[in-house]
């Protein structure tokens, strides 16, 4: 139709090659008018890329992981990479299933995203030529992984909670066994260091649950709590951090002028509902899988990637519960 | 390696032919000890099928959307089909975008899911020769739709509360605007009449939220509400259940002693964190997926399918916020 050769008709639909500037715009619109789209498929199997993407996660609820896809799929989108989407739960038998199903399809490489960063997806990767990056979950000695830097997060919570005037800070937060508990200890130790201030008790650790924050404000403000009660609490969650609020106010504490309130995680769907609504540590995981996305296209570009954890920073998010915003 | 010509070693490999069992154990010895794996690719293109899916949502918390993937998934993955995951948002340009994507890499259909069932994602589907099916979103008028069966599932909580002995049965749900609304007001008015009582009441209709369902809890049970109470909400979602509940422990009214609550959704973070655990209609979105993967994989068979909308059923998740359960 625009009277070329294959070849020449090739390297005009893919911007290749010298040509008169006529020709290839003569070639690119006969390819409009006949609607031409190139076939990925056959492009696929001479290039030797599928210009896919594999996220496999064990995350159901999607807490961690639907922000980390979103990321991923934006940068991706753009670069004419599409992403499988891989459920597999805890389940090592559907992600065996799952990972052959992504070799079959020859994926360019494999995201695994897991909803703690102290814990592999359940996936023998031995023997996997693919480029592999790891998120939110952990990584195999010398593989890459993303993940967001909790310490630094929950340092900017104690710090903007410390520059409010509040001097009694105290930490309510999840098991021990979790990577995530020290890390944002260890926040809250050193942002307090910084502002001069000592530590209110030692952190109350439970579960990642309601019910726990809800008894930690039994512990930290009940009739048996002596005169000295904290003005502040860094929760380790916003979960926590809604059950501690909910039984605040039934004892009639008020959040914030007798005690501020701040959470960990800006899980919108909790810190807009809280009565006042929660100030809260955003894990930024949506940039966090834009950045796996661009490292992992930088590898199956054959470029050298460092191996270690990268982690991103956190924002605080200021709602009222904290006492320092206008709203 | 197994001493047989190509034509052979593909027909034993793909159990197509007729041959010797112990040839075509041979060949399958020769590809296992070889790991050969088939090129997905290059049978697409002879097939003409890739063998992938694309699904296109809008939801972006994943409320409705995570579920209804993992079921789509789930029947997938044996079948050997994968699934694409595109986040459009609510963005018209975003959806052109990954729509042009999903056509470059040749997916045999597309699964649009949306967040509510009365609004199409933001697509031309004009020109497109791809089976389609539309779940939890509005379908075009011969298009083929997926959804739960909103009103048998609002009869079922209804009629569950009337078989407890609650006589005096109110409603709290979200924005007349929302076809939801209706259709959970529709299956409460039924439940109620086949018990033989009359609705306590209007329904009281604001927004989604716990903030409506704190002020509803205002309205019913406040001071200046009259001497006939409700003894059970139906509420139209979990939120508004939350909000209500959450109002009427600081009014010092006891669930499910004095009232019986039932939320919708069983959106289960919230309904196991409720004090005490929420009763709710769960709309087995697991359920849905799977049914339109298997839909649009006939559709792709070439199979005839009924166009229309599908509506599956509802279950009650019982806990103890009804006063129903033993825990």
Not at 31 to 49: D, G, H, I, K
């Amino acid at each position: 139709m625009a009277g070329v050769s294959v070849a020449t008709a090739s390297k005009a639909l893919n911007e290749r090659g010298s040509m008169m500037p006529q020709t290839r715009e003569r070639v690119q619109a006969a390819a409009r008018a006949l609607n031409f789209r190139p076939n990925a498929m056959a492009r696929a199997l001479v290039s030797q890329r599928s210009f896919t993407l594999g996220l496999l996660t064990n995350d159901t609820y999607g807490r961690f992981t639907l922000p980390v896809a979103a990321g991923l799929s934006e940068a991706m989108v753009d670069r004419g990479v599409s992403v499988f989407l891989c459920a597999i739960e805890d389940d090592p038998e559907r992600a065996r299933v799952n990972l052959d199903a992504m070799q079959e399809k020859c994926v360019d490489g494999l995201v695994l995203a897991g909803k703690r960063v102290d814990r592999a997806l359940p996936l023998d990767l031995s023997g996997l030529s693919l480029p592999v990056v790891h998120v939110y979950s952990a990584r195999p000695p010398g593989g890459i992984g993303f993940e967001p830097d909790d310490e630094a997060g929950a340092a900017l919570a104690v710090a903007h909670l410390a520059g409010l005037g509040r001097r009694r800070i105290a930490h309510v937060t999840g098991p021990v066994g979790f990577a995530a508990v020290p890390m944002r200890e260890a926040g809250w130790r050193r942002a307090l260091a910084e502002a001069g201030l000592s530590p209110f008790g030692e952190p109350l650790s439970g579960e990642w649950s309601e019910d726990f924050g809800f008894r930690a404000a039994g512990l930290l403000f009940g009739p048996e709590t002596g005169p000295e009660r904290p003005d502040a609490v860094f929760c380790g969650n916003d979960q926590i951090a809604r059950g501690l609020m909910d039984a605040l106010a039934l004892m009639g504490v008020g959040v914030p002028d007798d005690v501020a309130v701040v959470g960990f995680d800006n899980w919108e769907i909790f810190a807009q509902a809280t009565r006042p609504a929660l100030t809260s540590v955003d894990m930024a995981l949506k940039e966090v899988g834009r950045q796996a996305g661009l490292t992992i296209l930088d590898m199956i570009d054959g470029k050298r990637v460092e191996p270690g954890t990268r982690r991103l920073p956190c924002r605080l998010v200021v709602r009222r519960s904290c006492g320092g915003a206008g709203g």
